[in-house]
């Protein structure tokens, strides 16, 4: 179905259960877009790559581009924090509808889509976590196992931990393949305690770590102990490791050490521009 097609869909779809009186999204040079609060919402796809062969693209995350119009700084993460419940389920499920949308032209390469889905989203829902979205995946003729539900988890949800399980269980009940992905400003305790606990329950399909995540753990035999201890747990549960926020030949490095499946960040985006950029022509393996 072409792109403007299923825009006009969803905007019935969207306008009829939230009783809209203008269609959210609109289509600008070929990419889908939306507002909120006067607010431009669109899609940005970074390339997530074998760290075995850099030039191999397994799959794109998307992440939201909102830009106030009289500044050029994002300010995504304050979109989410200032929706109530309602609003930020309906809020989640339009940004992974612009993102499924923009995803379409490159879908044929077969990689996977990850989708960031908010943990207040997942807490709101009661249960059938991901039954709304399976309709927009099929419309866009994706099988869900080439999606995957990317959840960041940090100390301030630590007492809804139950919940949290019950909804990332649904996602994978529903065929679903799910990502879990720390907070990188936690203390030692939830780095050390919670974490683990976390994967060994829900034993999601990736486990995302930004380069940051590793900063209060590096130093010593201590903090080369929690490294390890950590990827243990990772390589017994069968789950793939994502190292994110590669942005230097340094983070290059320090990725390497911690043999991820994946890899993500600026500087392989720049690498693949100059073929002469030192490390990333390299084999991580």
């Not at 909120?36 to 760290?51: D, N, Q, V, Y």
């Not at 062969?53 to 995350?61: A, K, M, N, P, Q």
């Not at 720390?182 to 203390?187: G, K, L």
């Not at 102990?225 to 994110?244: A, F, M, N």
């Amino acid at each position: 179905m072409p792109l403007s097609d299923l825009t006009e869909y969803f905007n019935q779809r969207i306008m009829e259960e939230q009783g809209l009186v203008e269609p959210p999204l609109f289509l600008r040079g070929g990419l889908v877009e939306s507002r909120t609060g006067g607010l431009p919402l669109a899609t940005e796809l970074h390339p997530i790559r074998r760290a075995s062969d850099y030039s191999v693209i397994v799959g794109h995350d998307a992440t939201l581009r909102a830009f106030p119009p009289e500044t050029s700084q994002s300010i995504s993460a304050k979109v989410f924090h200032l929706a109530d419940v309602s609003g930020i389920i309906n809020l989640d499920r339009l940004c992974r509808t612009i993102h499924m949308l923009n995803y379409l032209p490159i879908s044929h390469e077969d990689g996977h889509l990850f989708l960031h889905v908010h943990p207040r989203h997942v807490l709101g829902i009661k249960h059938d976590h991901g039954a709304y979205f399976e309709e927009v995946i099929f419309r866009c003729g994706l099988p869900p196992r080439r999606v995957v539900i990317s959840v960041e988890v940090s100390p301030l949800y630590n007492r809804q931990f139950k919940q949290l399980q019950k909804g990332l269980l649904n996602y994978q009940k529903r065929g679903y393949s799910t990502a879990i992905k720390f907070n990188d400003q936690a203390n030692e305790p939830f780095l050390e305690g919670y974490c683990i606990d976390f994967l060994q329950r829900i034993t999601p399909d990736f486990v995302r770590l930004d380069k940051n995540f590793f900063a209060k753990l590096r130093g010593g035999q201590e903090g080369q102990k929690r490294i390890e201890s950590l990827r243990s747990v990772i390589l017994q549960l069968d789950t793939e490791l994502l190292i994110e926020g590669i942005n230097d030949e340094s983070d290059a490095h320090f990725a390497k050490d911690l043999h991820p499946a994946y890899v993500k960040g600026e500087y392989f985006e720049r690498s693949s521009d100059n073929p002469d950029a030192g490390l990333a022509r390299q084999s991580m393996a």
